[in-house]
């Protein structure tokens, strides 16, 4: 003997889900969509492409140390000391691909090689200090949440 098997279907959204018919309550309710009254984002969108460049893990961190000049890659490892050195490998030669850090062989014995912000590094510089402002900001008003909690 088959088992014959009932579907409910339920459009919300624009979007069809279907819920097997049975003991499982109906838990979805159609609500209003409204509309957007942010301003239309251009084709190409220019926060998407500032944050293709600073979306990487440890991105910031490095743009950050080299806003302060040159410096190589063992003094970055000691800036930031949680990273890998694959991890850091990989952001410098995404960074350099992109063209925000230069690469720099510097000839001396042994060679060594010296990373630094382009002028495109140089203008990210300012966003990311925006966001340290606000992350200021942010962990001054949890810690003032927190010790209102504690009284």
Same mark, same amino acid.
């Given at each position: 003997?088959?088992?014959?098997?009932?579907?409910?279907?339920?459009?919300?959204?624009?979007?069809?889900?279907?819920?097997?018919?049975?003991?499982?309550?109906?838990?979805?309710?159609?609500?209003?969509?409204?509309?957007?009254?942010?301003?239309?984002?251009?084709?190409?969108?220019?926060?998407?492409?500032?944050?293709?460049?600073?979306?990487?893990?440890?991105?910031?961190?490095?743009?950050?140390?080299?806003?302060?000049?040159?410096?190589?890659?063992?003094?970055?490892?000691?800036? =930031?000391? $949680? #990273?890998?050195? %694959?991890?850091?490998?990989? +952001?410098?030669? !995404?960074?350099? &691909?992109?063209?925000?850090?230069?690469?720099?062989?510097?000839?001396?014995?042994?060679?060594?090689?010296?990373?630094?912000?382009?002028?495109?590094?140089?203008?990210?510089?300012?966003?990311?200090?925006? =966001?340290? $402002? #606000?992350?200021? %900001?942010?962990?001054?008003? +949890?810690?003032? !949440?927190?010790? &209102?909690?504690?009284?």
């Amino acid at each position: 003997m088959s088992e014959i098997t009932f579907v409910y279907q339920i459009t919300l959204c624009y979007r069809c889900f279907k819920f097997p018919r049975g003991n499982r309550k109906v838990l979805a309710m159609a609500l209003k969509i409204r509309k957007n009254r942010a301003g239309a984002l251009p084709p190409t969108c220019p926060v998407g492409e500032c944050m293709q460049l600073l979306g990487g893990a440890w991105t910031p961190n490095v743009i950050w140390c080299l806003s302060g000049g040159a410096r190589r890659f063992s003094e970055l490892r000691i800036d =930031i000391p $949680a #990273i890998t050195a %694959k991890v850091l490998s990989a +952001r410098l030669k !995404d960074l350099e &691909a992109k063209g925000v850090i230069d690469r720099t062989i510097v000839p001396t014995t042994p060679p060594t090689v010296e990373y630094s912000l382009t002028a495109l590094g140089s203008e990210l510089v300012p966003a990311i200090n925006a =966001i340290v $402002a #606000i992350g200021h %900001k942010l962990k001054q008003r +949890r810690m003032s !949440d927190d010790t &209102a909690q504690l009284t």
